[in-house]
């Protein structure tokens, strides 16, 4: 029991050692002052130009979709009607030319270019090169032994190569470049003769 008391007195002495006589006062903060709410000015929008749409002068009669063949006049069954001469056919007016509308004004400013664009003329380049590698693998593949996968595979690297030339005549070359790089993979991946 010695030693229970022993450590019950320790106990204590921790205990007392850690207590003291007086409380912590709380610290005295100022309080915040929030700025009032700023009024919210929402200007209307200017109201849209009305402005009349210019005259357009006539325009030509739209053609007849043409045929190969005729179709045949719906038959009268009226005995008056079948006496009668048809109407003579009036000639045909000529429209008044139709004015070409302005040109669209030249940008003489200087043109922004990215740094993906910065060398478009080489960037058109690396892609034709990409899509002529392309053509020239699947040029060297049999159409006829690939098997159904296979022959999709085949179709869809030939669709890649049209779709990035039509890119690359529309200048889209980041486009053009994803194309021709998923052809040139495509092809790639086939198995040749």
């Keep these: 029991m010695n030693i229970r008391g022993a450590c019950l007195l320790a106990a204590t002495l921790l205990a007392s050692a850690c207590a003291t006589s007086r409380a912590a006062a709380p610290v005295e903060r100022p309080a915040l002052e929030v700025p ?6 929402v200007e209307p929008a200017p109201p849209p130009e009305t402005s009349a749409p210019e005259p357009v002068g006539e325009l030509p009669p739209e053609k007849p979709a043409t045929s190969t063949t005729r179709a045949k006049p719906p038959v009268s069954r009226d005995p008056v009607r079948d006496t009668q001469k ?39 380049k690396v892609v034709r090169e990409t899509i002529s590698r392309a053509r020239e693998r699947l040029k060297n593949i049999d159409y006829q032994r690939l098997k159904g996968g296979a022959q999709k595979a085949y179709n869809e690297a030939k669709d890649f190569i049209d779709r990035a030339e039509v890119a690359v005549k529309t ?10 790089s998923q052809a040139e993979k495509l092809a790639n991946e086939l198995p040749s003769r």
Excluded: H, Y
């Design 171 to 180: 200048s889209n070359l980041d486009l053009a470049k994803g194309l021709a």
């Design 36 to 41: 009032p709410v700023p009024p919210r000015i």
């Design 86 to 124: 048809p109407p003579e056919a009036k000639p045909a007016e000529t429209p008044a030319p139709v004015e070409q509308p302005p040109a669209p004004p030249q940008n003489t400013g200087t043109q922004i270019r990215t740094p993906a664009t910065a060398d478009a003329a080489a960037a058109e």
